[in-house]
């Protein structure tokens, strides 16, 4: 999708540290980082919203926890613990339109999450 930057950043448009990728799927660091170790893990496929996944990407969604564990160990958080997020639709904090997984760790985290 021309206009997501998530899909310039896999195109090589918009640079980006990556950690981790394999055929599906592909992680960088955040660029706005919340936490001391904060990843995006992206399909290459452009999904705009968890509710536009069919069922046909159920394994893709998968291998994007796949991913994040391998993420969470590169940046050497997968002992001390690390937390997961898919922010889906704007209500809920989503301002980027191609799924993301946030691998994030480094510090502690309350529950419920603000
Ligand atoms: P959301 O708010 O959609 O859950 O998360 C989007 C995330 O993408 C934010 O944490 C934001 O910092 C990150 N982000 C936005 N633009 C870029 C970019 O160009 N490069 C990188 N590495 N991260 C980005
Ligand atoms: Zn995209």
Redesign the pocket.
């Known amino acids: 999708m021309k206009d997501c930057?998530f899909c310039r950043?896999l195109g090589g448009e918009?640079p980006?540290t990556t950690l981790y990728e394999d055929d599906a799927t592909v992680a960088?660091?955040?660029?706005?980082p919340?936490a001391p170790a904060h990843a995006?893990v992206i399909p290459r496929k452009h999904i705009a919203t968890l509710d536009d996944a069919t069922a046909a990407d159920a394994e893709l969604l998968g291998k994007m926890m796949w991913a994040a564990r391998a993420v969470a160990a590169e940046m050497g958080v997968a002992k001390s613990g690390y937390r997961l997020v898919m922010?889906t639709h704007a209500g809920a904090?989503?301002?980027?339109f191609h799924i993301?997984l946030?691998v994030l760790g480094g510090r502690g985290f309350t529950w419920p999450p603000g």
């Open positions: 930057v950043i918009i980006a960088f660091r955040d660029v706005n919340a995006l922010n904090g989503q301002s980027v993301h946030h």
